[in-house]
């Protein structure tokens, strides 16, 4: 299946080099077909994929609902699904424990991959962070906050170069503490 996907995506880009006045038998292109498939496997490694799995779960002591685990900067590359064109920045992720449970800090950078590494749209990508935590650790609260550039706005359309996007996601005691929402602002600066 995946030989066949990528079998076609080579004769597509070739079609494409074509239609915009390439020759795609030049020698600098001529690997490029195989090259744009290998790239889309590799950027677009979990499309239609729809449960993360790459995840354990810890158990800790209990806590009250005000001890934060927050990690932040955490890089990314995605896909707009609008242009095909990449966004890329970083991610920054708190949540507060509940009943006992916490996740493994290297499972939410596998999260950022796992969303991430499909076609998307940045306001997508920051809400199934926080939905997906939500899923796994049931916790008192989330906060994800995501900064991106988004080259379908800085090297096309607008072309404003050097602009960001931030998009957050609250839920729990996030969506409805206003200092607690500022104290994980606070932190990200």
Request: net charge negative; proline share 4%.
């Amino acid at each position: 299946m995946i030989e066949q996907a990528n079998q076609q995506i080579e004769k597509d880009v070739r079609d494409i080099l074509k239609q915009v006045g390439d020759d795609p038998e030049r020698a600098g292109v001529l690997e490029t077909p195989q090259r744009v498939a290998k790239m889309y496997g590799e950027v677009l490694a979990y499309q239609g994929e729809t449960i993360f799995k790459d995840y354990k779960l810890f158990e800790t002591e209990e806590t009250d609902d005000d001890q934060m685990v927050m990690m932040q900067d955490i890089p990314f590359y995605s896909m707009c699904e609008h242009h095909m064109l990449p966004f890329f920045g970083q991610v920054s992720v708190a949540y507060l424990p509940a009943n006992g449970q916490i996740i493994g800090l290297s499972k939410i950078p596998r999260l950022v991959d796992f969303v991430s590494k499909r076609l998307s749209v940045q306001e997508n990508l920051t809400r199934d962070i926080g939905q997906i935590l939500n899923q796994i650790l049931k916790p008192y609260g989330v906060a994800v906050q995501v900064t991106a550039r988004h080259m379908c706005v800085e090297m096309r359309g607008i072309k404003k170069a050097n602009s960001q996007t931030h998009t957050t996601f609250y839920s729990g005691n996030f969506k409805t503490d206003r200092q607690l929402r500022s104290e994980f602002l606070q932190l990200l600066k």
